[in-house]
């Protein structure tokens, strides 16, 4: 795209953050975006649109619908941006994986004829293990999870199995993301905000934010690795008694 300029037309600000005009008069409409200064009948629109716009896209692809976006963008100074920074800090993996795009064919040769079953193939879809493209192709947004999965496999579970295990592991996961997002939220951002969001600190809680998604990592390992341990006790424990009982008939 060219350059922005220092004043533009309409078509010209669309063309220069790729949206349609009519979504840039919509945004106007909703007083999502300044007014353009106006000389002779003609709009003309500046760098400072072309940031609010990007913004708003961003927000958009985070997931902000546009009230959610309205509401932040009526708050005073660079809130907006603050805010987004803080929710992409919070939402956004420190080193997520590269997604992978592989075929129905490449899928079945890691874990044999999906194709004959499609109620497997849809469970993974729901799962968000493998996202449909539409193309004969899948995306896939965890290839560290897949390859999980293709291991267990290989090792003799079945495939439906591994998919259940992902599925109650999921329901847990976001559960306990919940728990420390809520805690967030109440402790120490609810409080931030019903002060007034003060100056000086905005620092402590972006640090805070910044450092949520580490400690919440290393609490649920602290807590899994035993629970794992107590589990694999427990259920070879109850497999030793009932051997020890046929032998004993």
Known sequence: MAEAAHEMTIEQLAYEVGMTVRNIRNHQTRGLLPPPVVRARTGYYGQEHVERLRLIQEMQGEGLKLSAIERLLDGEGDWAERFTGLRRALAVPEEAEPAEIVTLAELEERFGPLSQNARLLLKAQKLEVLINLGDGTFEVPSPALLRAAQEVVERGV????????????????????KAFVKMFMD??????DEAGQPEEEWEHVAESIER?????????????KPAMAKEVDAAFGKALEARARTRRR
């Open 187 to 192: 402790e120490l951002f609810k409080p931030f």
């Open 212 to 224: 949520l998604r580490p400690l919440a990592d290393e609490a649920l390992m602290a807590v899994f």
């Open 158 to 177: 079945p495939l439906a199995a591994a998919l259940s295990a992902i599925e109650k592991v999921r329901r847990n996961a976001e559960s306990s993301a």
